[in-house]
Each structure stands twice: as structure tokens, then as C-alpha cells.
């Protein structure tokens, strides 16, 4: 017998700058591929049976025409789903035995789940000699998202860790599917800090922001919350006040990201930095999806020396925070802020400076 070649795929994860939650609601997002991601390594199987392995998640085995969702291994179904999506494209996936590896945690809010459905997807497409645009691999992986794992989410980390480019950030107009890169300020570095709390994405909260936001756009009678301004906004009291918070939320994040990008392409930081400082207070008073650990990493963030601006980063409820801070001054923030963080919280927390890098290939 022949051995099959070994073939690899990259995802990295990403961070969100800013665009929380408006990817749903056909809004304007902005994020960053990171330079830690998941890869994909493996081969064609005889006999048709589909195995996965990672050392931290274990190993999966199922019969390969017989794809639905587990309901243990959970992680599993990232992989599972895309085996599935790329089969209703007509791609006929047969069996492989593939191995994950990277850093990057599941739950951390950097997007592991859409890193491994990309090198999923990426190693398959390899494996199986066949190409699809960018844009429609990206879907591929959402829709798995959405039918193996169950969380409605939008296309912010598919688009962000396919389309990421080193020392750029990542703009996508989820309406008109643009995509444009766009150079982040020399002299600016971003620190990524873990809050401990590991974010359930399926737990529920997700998908009810989600139809909070739809119901928000319904009452207010536009196709979706994009098509509003804070201006319009502010003049409907008749809206509840709880769609009002989540309307508002959704609605100056997209004006927030518009003016993030003439902020980036003015290498302006202090500008950029007071918009995620202005996103997380919207995070934590409007749209509720913030932790007290988020807030904490947060705060002493925002008042530590260097410091250009701080927010939770991705859906929110755990995870993680980005900081914004000058150059000179990222050793000694990561730094304060592990240790501040862990005298207040007891939580040790993973504190990164972190590049942006380039997307998965
Ligand atoms: C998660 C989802 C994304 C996006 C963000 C919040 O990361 O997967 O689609 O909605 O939350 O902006």
C-alpha cells in the first residue's frame, strides 16, 4: 500500500477592534488575524472513516457518510460541520485522518472555533484538489457554525482569519461583502488578555442578542439595525428600553467602526484608542454582554501608562479584552496588567502582545 501525502492547513484566530455584535445585523466590522492559530495535518484514509485528533481535545472517529452532529466531543462538530458543508457543494470529502495543532484555546474569545473550521476546510479543499472564493469557504464554515455547533453567529472571525494580513487590519461590510485591509499605525501594539472565564457561545446569550437585535430592527421597520442612525435612534422613545440599550449598542458601533478607519488610515491612536474605550462602556451599559473580569482587565488597562484605550474583544460574556498602547510601553502594561489583574481577581489570566498577522492558508 502506498502511504497518502501529508497535506496542512493554517488558521490563525482573531481579535475583533471593534464591530461587536453588528456583523449579524449587516453592519461594518474591523478585526485583526493574530499570529497564534490551529493547524491541520494529515492524510487521506482507506475505508472511508473520518478521524480527528488534537492533545488537548482527544480523538474522534466516525463513519465518514454518516456526518451529523456529537453530542459529547463537541469540539468534533467544527470539523464535522464543515465535512458536511462542503459535501452539499458537491465536494464528495472522503475519509482522512487529520491531527490539530496551535495555541489557541477553546472559550479564550479568539476564535478557535472559526480557526479550526477554516483549517478544516482549507486541508480539505488541498486534499481533495478543488478551490472555492474566499467569501464562499468563509460561508461554508459560518453555516457549520450555525448547523453543527448551533450559535447564529455572523461572519466576523471567518472573514477576519481568511482575509487577515500582517500588520493590517481586516474592514468587512457584511451587506455589501467588501473587503478591504488597512495598515495599522507604526509605533501602536496590541496586548490580548485572557479573563479566565471561558465563553459559551452556544450557552444561549449569543443567540438571544441576536434576536434581541433582530426584534430591535423590527419594531424600529428597517430590514436591519444598519439601517439606522444614533440621530433616528434617539428620537423613538416608543422602543422598550431594553431594544433601546441593544439598538444603540449595534447602531454607534457601526458608526464607531466608520470612523475607526479614517482614524487607522490617519495613523491616529489616541482616536482609535478612545473608540474601544467608548465600545466597552456600550458593551457594559448597552448590550450587557460584558463580566465583571472583562471589566476589571479593562479598567486597570485603561489606567495603566501608554495606554491608548481597552475593550472586550469578540461575543462577550468571558473571554477576552484587547489593549491599545504605544509601543515602547507593551512590556510593562502586559506586565501590570497580569499581575494587577491576579491581585484583584486571583485569577491568573494569559497576557500577550500580540502581532497582527497574516490570514490562513
Ligand atoms: C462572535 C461571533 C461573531 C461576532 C462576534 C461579536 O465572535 O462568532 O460572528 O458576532 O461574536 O461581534
Given at each position: 500500500m502506498t502511504a497518502q501525502p501529508l497535506l496542512s492547513a493554517y488558521a490563525p484566530g482573531r481579535v475583533e477592534l471593534l464591530g461587536n455584535h453588528t456583523d449579524y445585523n449587516d453592519g461594518v466590522v474591523l478585526g485583526a488575524a493574530i499570529d497564534r492559530g490551529l493547524t491541520m495535518r494529515g492524510s487521506k484514509s482507506t475505508g472511508g472513516m473520518i478521524s480527528v485528533s488534537s492533545k488537548t481535545m482527544g480523538c474522534v472517529e466516525v463513519g465518514g457518510s454518516e456526518i451529523r452532529p456529537l453530542v459529547d466531543d463537541r469540539?468534533?462538530?467544527?470539523?464535522?460541520?464543515?465535512?458536511?458543508?462542503?459535501?452539499?457543494?458537491?465536494?464528495p470529502i472522503a475519509g482522512f485522518s487529520a491531527e490539530i495543532t496551535g495555541e489557541l484555546p477553546a472559550g479564550s474569545g479568539l476564535s478557535s472555533s472559526a480557526a479550526l473550521e477554516?483549517?478544516?476546510?482549507?486541508?480539505?479543499?488541498?486534499?481533495?484538489?478543488?478551490?472555492?472564493?474566499?467569501?464562499?469557504?468563509?460561508?461554508?464554515?459560518?453555516?457549520?457554525?450555525?448547523?453543527?455547533?448551533?450559535?447564529?453567529?455572523?461572519?466576523?472571525?471567518?472573514?477576519?482569519?481568511?482575509?487577515?494580513r500582517a500588520d493590517h487590519a481586516v474592514f468587512f461590510d457584511?451587506?455589501?461583502?467588501?473587503?478591504?485591509?488597512?495598515?495599522?499605525?507604526?509605533?501602536?501594539?496590541?496586548?490580548?488578555?485572557?479573563?479566565?472565564?471561558?465563553?459559551?457561545?452556544?450557552?444561549?446569550?449569543?443567540?438571544r442578542r441576536r434576536a434581541e437585535t433582530r426584534a430591535a430592527a423590527d419594531a424600529l421597520q428597517v430590514p436591519a439595525l444598519r439601517d439606522v442612525t444614533s440621530l433616528q435612534l434617539k428620537t423613538r422613545h416608543d422602543l422598550p428600553e431594553l431594544l433601546r440599550g441593544r439598538a444603540a449598542h449595534i447602531v454607534e458601533e457601526n458608526e464607531r467602526v466608520w470612523r475607526a478607519v479614517d482614524?487607522?488610515?490617519?495613523?491616529?491612536?489616541?482616536?482609535?484608542?478612545?473608540?474601544?474605550n467608548a465600545s466597552h462602556e456600550s458593551s457594559r451599559r448597552n448590550f450587557e454582554n460584558s463580566t465583571p473580569e472583562l471589566d476589571l482587565l479593562v479598567s486597570i488597562a485603561q489606567n495603566?501608562?501608554?495606554?491608548?484605550?481597552?475593550?472586550?474583544?469578540?461575543?462577550?460574556?468571558?473571554?477576552?479584552?484587547?489593549?491599545?498602547?504605544?509601543?515602547?510601553?507593551?512590556?510593562e502594561v502586559a506586565t501590570q496588567l497580569a499581575k494587577r489583574y491576579r491581585a484583584e481577581s486571583g485569577i491568573t489570566s494569559r497576557v500577550i502582545i500580540s502581532a497582527i498577522a497574516a490570514g490562513a492558508r
Open positions: 469540539w468534533a462538530n467544527y470539523v464535522l460541520g464543515v465535512v458536511s458543508e462542503l459535501r452539499s457543494l458537491s465536494i477554516l483549517a478544516t476546510a482549507l486541508f480539505l479543499l488541498k486534499l481533495h484538489q478543488r478551490e472555492l472564493p474566499p467569501l464562499a469557504i468563509a460561508k461554508a464554515c459560518q453555516r457549520a457554525e450555525h448547523r453543527f455547533a448551533g450559535v447564529q453567529s455572523g461572519l466576523l472571525d471567518q472573514v477576519t482569519s481568511l482575509f487577515g457584511c451587506r455589501t461583502e467588501e473587503v478591504r485591509t488597512i495598515p495599522f499605525p507604526k509605533g501602536l501594539t496590541l496586548i490580548i488578555a485572557e479573563s479566565g472565564k471561558k465563553r459559551e457561545l452556544a450557552s444561549g446569550d449569543y443567540n482614524f487607522l488610515l490617519a495613523g491616529d491612536g489616541p482616536g482609535f484608542g478612545a473608540l474601544l495603566l501608562p501608554g495606554v491608548l484605550g481597552a475593550r472586550l474583544t469578540g461575543g462577550g460574556f468571558g473571554g477576552a479584552t484587547i489593549t491599545l498602547c504605544e509601543q515602547p510601553a507593551a512590556e
